[in-house]
């Protein structure tokens, strides 16, 4: 059989991770009891059933918002095109959701965000950076939440 060492005068425990570890606590000191851990792990759990939905409306939001904005900054795009070759610019709804800019390619909206309502097929910007149709209205739509991408007369983009 092995003995234990035993500690000598004026030695201190070995501390890891905030624990005592040695023979013997100091007289005073104190552990953490099963329970407290218990306890904690379960205000834990409860913090984190409540932030999850939010978490979650909050990505939704997010990747609806990113891709209204994508989508101004490539009607933007295309007006700049417009303008830098004095030529007309078209931007195409190719499905619910893609679109192809003529002399750029085709875009992708997020995965499940979708172009609905009465989003016009195409829109094309003339020369001077204005369109040919005067006013348009794309909608978004991720599940419940919609965004409007305004497109006005001038040419100017916006998410409403």
Do not use: C
Not at 41 to 67: C, H, M, N, Q, Y
């Amino acid at each position: 059989m092995t003995a234990i060492p035993s500690r000598t005068v004026g030695e201190s425990p070995r501390r890891v991770w905030g624990f005592v570890h040695g023979p013997r606590l100091r007289q005073g000191a104190r552990g953490v009891t099963r329970v407290e851990i218990l306890m904690t792990l379960a205000v834990v759990g409860i913090l984190a059933a409540i932030a999850t939905p939010r978490i979650e409306s909050l990505s939704r939001t997010l990747r609806i918002e990113g891709s209204a904005q994508a989508f101004v900054g490539d009607l933007n795009r295309a007006r700049t095109e417009a303008i830098k070759n004095n030529a007309t610019a078209t931007v195409a709804l190719t499905g619910a959701q893609t679109y192809r800019i003529a002399g750029i390619g085709t875009r992708y909206l997020d995965e499940e965000v979708r172009f609905t309502g009465t989003s016009p097929d195409t829109v094309r910007f003339t020369g001077f950076g204005t369109t040919e149709d005067g006013r348009e209205v794309y909608t978004l739509r991720l599940g419940e939440l919609e965004r409007n991408v305004v497109l006005d007369a001038a040419g100017q983009a916006r998410v409403e």
